[in-house]
């Protein structure tokens, strides 16, 4: 078992950076961050491996936010840069204690956190 608590979400304008933390009870593989904003669907927004050399992007993000993590504080990071209204959602860290392929898919992660909600006006 093992607990995730967010942080660092908030409201910014279009063009702001912002970067959430992930901050987990104890030790995981493979860690993700999902979003949702209201009325839409569950989107994948990055994962790492536990060693940070597998990453994956949602194709929304790419090239606009960072995924990294630092295993001694078993804490994840999502570096959010050239933010724009559409990234408006409810962030949620997830993670999985199996050291299984890195997955873009939610049902894989077995551990989720409570959400940090970041809002970017236009």
């Known amino acids: 078992q093992v607990q995730l608590g967010e942080s660092g979400g908030g409201l910014v304008q279009a063009g702001d950076s912002l970067r959430l933390s992930c901050v987990a009870s104890?030790?995981?593989?493979?860690m993700a961050w999902f979003r949702q904003a209201p009325g839409k669907e569950q989107e994948f927004v990055g994962a790492?491996?536990?060693?940070?050399?597998?990453?994956f992007y949602g194709d929304s993000v790419k090239g606009r936010f960072t995924i990294s993590r630092v295993n001694a504080e078993n804490t994840v990071y999502l570096q959010m840069n050239n933010l724009l209204p559409e990234d408006t959602a409810v962030y949620s860290c997830?993670?999985?204690?199996?050291?299984?392929?890195?997955?873009?898919?939610?049902?894989?992660?077995?551990?989720w956190g409570q959400g940090t909600q970041v809002t970017v006006s236009s």
């Open positions: 790492i491996s536990r060693t940070g050399s597998s990453i």
């Open positions: 104890g030790r995981t593989y493979a």
């Open positions: 997830a993670a999985r204690l199996d050291n299984s392929p890195l997955s873009r898919v939610a049902y894989e992660y077995g551990y």
